[in-house]
C-alpha cells in the first residue's frame, strides 16, 4: 500500500471526503482561511444527473462574501413567487418571497443546478494551491488517534493512505467516513420512489410559476424550471423538471418506457403532440439523520448527516449551512488554537435543527402535498391562502419555509 508523503502539515490539514456541493463548501471556507485541504473524491467527474436546483436566501448571503452568489446569479433564475396548487383545482396561494426583503438581502429564491453549483466551487479552488482536489480517490474507512486522522483510499493505482488533523465525511447518504464512525443513521425509506422528468416545452404561458407544488391525493407533482444545459454549456430556453411519486414495485424500463412518460406528462398537463422529455430519472427518498455528527476528529456534513425528501428543495441547502457552521469552528480551532468543544457545538446546533427543523418539515411537506382526506386537504389549502393573503402571516411562514428560521434557531443553540 502506497504511503502519501507525511507531509509537514498533516497535523492540520483537513480531509475532506466528497467532491459534492457540500464537500467542496467546506473546502472553500477552509481554504479561503488559508488552512491546507484534501478532497477526496470517488467519481472522475463531478455528477451531473438532475438533483437539487433550488438555492434559498441563507445560503446567498453565505456565499456573498467569497463572489460565489454573485457567480451562481449571473447563471440560476430569481424565482420571487412560488405557488401551491391543487392538481383538480388550480391555485390555491401565490407565495411573494418579497414579504421577506427586512430579512435578507436576497428574497427569493435562486433556481441553479447543483452540478452548476459545484462548478462555481470548484473554479474558486483553482486559486487556493494549499487545497488539492483529488478524482478517483475514493475514501473506504477513515481512523483516527490522538493527533490525527487516517484515510484509507482506493486510487487508480492501488490503495493508499492520506493523513489529516481532521475529517470530514461529505460523501453522500452512503457516507463512508459515517460507516467508520459510531453513529447509526436511523429514520425510514418511503415505500415510494420519485420519478423526475425534464421536458424543454414551456409552462409559463399556462399561468405556472418558476416552481410549483401540486397536490393531489392520487399523483401530486412539483413542477420548476432550472437553467438546463446542453453541450455548449447554459442554454437560455431553459428546462421544466416534473416530480412525480411511482410505485415501489414497477421495473425501472416499464416507468422510463417512452408511451408510459408520454402518458404520465399529458395525463398532469395535456398538450398537442408529444413532449420533448430531455433526461428522466428515478430514485429513492429516505428521511434519517446521524445519531451524532462527531466521533473525535471524524465529523459529518451534508447528506452524510442528514438525508430528506426533496419537497421545499432544502437537503442542499441544509448541508451548505452544515458546512459553513464547521468550517467557521474548524478554522477557528486550526488558527486560534481555540477548544475542541466548538465541534461539540456544530454536532448540537446542526442536528438539532435537521431533527427539529428539517425532517419535520420535509415530511410534513409530502403529508400535506399527498393528503387523501378531503376535509385534511381544504383545512390545509384555507389555511395557505389565509397565511398568503395576510402580510405579517405570510412573513412568519416564508421565514420558516426559506430556512431562515432554522439558521437562527440554529445559532441560538449554546
Ligand atoms: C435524484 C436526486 C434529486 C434531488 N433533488 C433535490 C432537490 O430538488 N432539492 C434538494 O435540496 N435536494 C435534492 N436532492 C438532494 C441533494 O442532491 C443533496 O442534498 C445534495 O447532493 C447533498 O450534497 P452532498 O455534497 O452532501 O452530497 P452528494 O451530492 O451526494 O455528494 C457526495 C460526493 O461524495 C462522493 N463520494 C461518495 N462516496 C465516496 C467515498 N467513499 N469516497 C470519496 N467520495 C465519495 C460522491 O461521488 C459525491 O461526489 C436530490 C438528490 C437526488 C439523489
Redesign the pocket.
Known amino acids: 500500500m502506497a504511503l502519501t508523503p507525511q507531509s509537514s502539515d498533516a497535523a492540520n490539514r483537513v480531509l475532506i471526503?466528497?467532491?459534492?456541493?457540500?464537500?467542496l463548501t467546506a473546502a472553500l471556507n477552509l481554504a479561503r482561511r488559508g488552512i491546507a485541504v484534501t478532497v477526496?473524491?470517488?467519481?472522475n467527474k463531478i455528477?451531473d444527473?438532475?438533483?437539487?436546483?433550488?438555492i434559498h436566501p441563507p445560503t446567498l448571503e453565505m456565499f456573498a462574501e467569497s463572489g460565489v452568489t454573485d457567480a451562481m446569479l449571473a447563471r440560476g433564475y430569481i424565482v420571487r413567487n412560488y405557488q401551491y396548487r391543487d392538481r383538480r383545482a388550480g391555485v390555491v396561494a401565490d407565495f411573494d418571497l418579497g414579504a421577506l426583503a427586512d430579512d435578507t438581502p436576497y428574497p427569493y429564491r435562486l433556481m441553479l443546478e447543483?452540478h452548476k453549483i459545484c462548478a462555481i466551487l470548484l473554479d474558486k479552488l483553482k486559486q487556493y494551491p494549499h487545497c488539492e482536489v483529488l478524482m478517483e480517490?475514493?475514501?473506504a474507512s477513515a481512523a483516527q488517534d490522538r493527533d490525527g486522522v487516517v484515510a484509507t483510499v482506493e486510487t487508480p493505482q492501488g490503495p493508499a493512505t492520506f493523513r489529516g488533523g481532521w475529517m470530514i465525511g461529505?460523501?453522500?447518504?452512503?457516507s463512508?467516513v459515517r460507516k467508520s464512525m459510531a453513529v447509526d443513521f436511523s429514520g425510514f425509506t418511503y415505500e415510494e420512489r420519485f420519478l423526475?422528468l425534464s421536458t424543454r416545452y414551456d409552462f409559463a404561458p399556462h399561468g405556472y410559476a418558476l416552481t410549483n407544488y401540486i397536490a393531489d391525493p392520487d399523483e401530486w407533482c412539483a413542477l420548476f424550471k432550472v437553467p438546463g444545459h446542453d453541450e455548449r454549456g447554459d442554454d437560455k430556453q431553459g428546462v421544466w423538471r416534473v416530480v412525480f411519486p411511482v410505485d415501489a414495485h414497477s421495473p425501472a424500463e416499464e416507468i422510463f418506457e417512452e408511451r408510459a412518460v408520454q402518458r404520465r406528462i399529458q395525463n398532469f398537463h395535456h398538450k398537442d403532440g408529444d413532449y420533448d422529455v430531455v433526461h428522466r430519472?428515478l430514485?429513492s427518498v429516505h428521511q434519517r439523520v446521524a445519531s451524532c455528527y462527531r466521533d473525535g476528529r471524524l465529523l459529518l456534513a451534508?447528506?452524510?448527516a442528514h438525508i430528506n425528501n426533496?419537497l421545499g428543495?432544502?437537503?442542499?441547502?441544509f448541508?451548505f449551512h452544515d458546512a459553513f457552521n464547521l468550517s467557521d469552528k474548524l478554522a477557528r480551532i486550526i488558527l486560534e488554537n481555540a477548544s475542541d468543544n466548538g465541534l461539540d457545538l456544530y454536532d448540537r446546533q446542526r442536528r438539532t435543527v435537521a431533527q427539529e427543523y428539517l425532517q419535520r418539515q420535509t415530511i410534513e411537506n409530502k403529508q400535506n402535498i399527498e393528503q387523501k382526506d378531503p376535509r385534511e386537504r381544504e383545512k390545509f389549502h384555507d389555511e395557505l391562502r389565509a397565511i398568503a393573503a395576510d402580510r405579517v402571516r405570510l412573513r412568519a411562514y416564508l421565514l420558516r419555509v426559506a430556512m431562515i428560521e432554522g439558521i437562527r434557531r440554529a445559532n441560538a443553540i449554546e
Request: overall charge negative; some cysteine.
Open positions: 471526503a466528497g467532491a459534492g456541493p457540500v464537500g477526496l473524491e470517488a467519481g455528477f444527473d438532475p438533483r437539487a436546483g433550488t447543483q480517490h475514493r475514501v461529505c460523501d453522500g447518504g452512503r463512508q423526475i430519472n430514485y451534508g447528506d452524510a426533496p428543495g432544502m437537503g442542499m441547502n448541508g
